[in-house]
C-alpha cells in the first residue's frame, strides 16, 4: 500500500512540477541578447553640388557586434559598434572655366583651363555606434522590425582630387599672346594626369537607420537575423575651414606654384551627406 502511495506522490509532484514549468516558460525569456554582425550595400550622396559634378553610387560594409536588453518577448533596446568602410566619388567631364588675373609681372591676362575629367575621391573609415529599439515575432520565423540612431565617429576621411587631360593657357590681349605649351611652372600647358591631396577631414555624423527582416531560431538561445536595412545621413559633414573657395582650379602668381587645385568641398555651398541601403546579417546568442 505505502509503496502505491508513494508512486502516486511522485506521479503528482512529477505533474505538477511540469505543469509549473509549463505556465513559467511561456513567461521567461532571455533579457540579453549579444550579436556579431555584417552588412554590405550601396552608398550614394546628396545634396548640393557644382555644376555639372555628380556623386557616383558606390560599395559599401561593415562589420561589428550588437548588444539588447529586451524588456519582455518582443521589445529591446539595442546599443552596437560597427567598423565601416566606404569610397564616395565626385565625377565631373570636359569641365572649363575662365576669369581675369594678373600674373607675378603685374601683367593682366585671361586664364582658362579645360579638363576632359575630374574626380574627387573620399576614402572613409568610421566607426558606428547605433542606439536602436526592436520589435520581433515570437514564432520560430518572424519578422522584426529595428530603428533608431547612429553616431559615427570618423577615423579617416581624406580626400584625393584628379585631372585627366588639363589644358591650361593664358591669353595677353595687350600683346595678342596666347600662351598654352610647356610653362607648367607659370601655370600654362597641358597634363596627362595631376593628383593633389587637400588637407580636409570630414565631421563627424548623425543618420537615422532603419532595419526590417526575418529572425530564425536555429538553436536553443541562437538566432539569425537577415533584413534589409537604410542609413540616411542627417547632418552636413563639410570639413571646417579657415577660408571658402569657390572655383576648383584657379591660379596663384607664384612660379614653380602657379596652379591650386581646390576640393568642391570647400566651396561655401558644400554639403556632404549620404544614405546608404543594403542587406544585414546578424548571428546572436541569448543569455
Do not use: C
Not at 558606390?58 to 524588456?71: E, M, P, R, S, V
Not at 552596437?80 to 570636359?94: P, V
Amino acid at each position: 500500500m505505502k509503496k502505491y502511495i508513494g508512486i502516486l506522490t511522485l506521479g503528482l509532484l512529477v505533474g505538477g512540477y511540469q505543469q509549473v514549468q509549463a505556465q513559467y516558460s511561456r513567461h521567461y525569456f532571455n533579457q540579453h541578447e549579444v550579436a556579431v554582425s555584417v552588412k554590405a550595400g550601396m552608398l550614394q550622396n546628396y545634396g548640393s553640388l557644382p555644376s555639372q559634378i555628380s556623386s557616383d553610387l558606390k560599395f559599401n560594409t561593415a562589420i561589428g557586434l550588437q548588444y539588447d536588453y529586451y524588456l519582455s518577448r518582443q521589445w529591446s533596446l539595442g546599443i552596437g559598434a560597427q567598423y565601416a568602410m566606404y569610397t564616395t566619388d565626385f565625377t565631373g567631364s570636359n569641365l572649363t572655366g575662365q576669369s581675369e588675373e594678373i600674373d607675378s609681372d603685374n601683367q593682366k591676362f585671361i586664364f582658362s583651363y579645360d579638363g576632359k575629367t575630374f574626380k574627387e575621391q573620399w576614402k572613409v573609415n568610421q566607426v558606428n555606434i547605433p542606439l536602436t529599439v526592436q520589435y520581433v515575432g515570437e514564432a520560430e520565423t518572424a519578422i522584426y522590425v529595428r530603428t533608431g540612431v547612429q553616431f559615427s565617429l570618423m577615423m579617416s576621411s581624406k580626400p584625393t582630387v584628379t585631372w585627366n587631360n588639363l589644358q591650361t593657357s593664358g591669353y595677353f590681349p595687350a600683346y595678342n599672346l596666347l600662351l598654352d605649351e610647356a610653362l607648367l611652372y607659370a601655370g600654362f600647358g597641358f597634363q596627362e594626369k595631376v593628383e593633389h591631396k587637400p588637407d580636409l577631414e570630414l565631421k563627424d555624423r548623425w543618420a537615422w537607420i532603419a532595419e526590417v527582416g526575418v529572425k530564425h531560431n536555429i538553436s536553443e538561445n541562437q538566432n539569425l537575423y537577415v533584413g534589409l536595412y537604410f542609413d540616411l545621413g542627417l547632418n552636413n559633414q563639410k570639413p571646417s575651414i579657415n577660408e571658402t573657395k569657390e572655383r576648383i582650379l584657379v591660379y596663384k602668381p607664384e612660379l614653380d606654384n602657379a596652379l591650386e587645385y581646390n576640393s568642391i568641398q570647400e566651396s561655401s555651398k558644400a554639403v556632404f551627406k549620404n544614405y546608404s541601403f543594403g542587406i544585414q546579417l546578424r548571428y546572436a546568442i541569448g543569455l
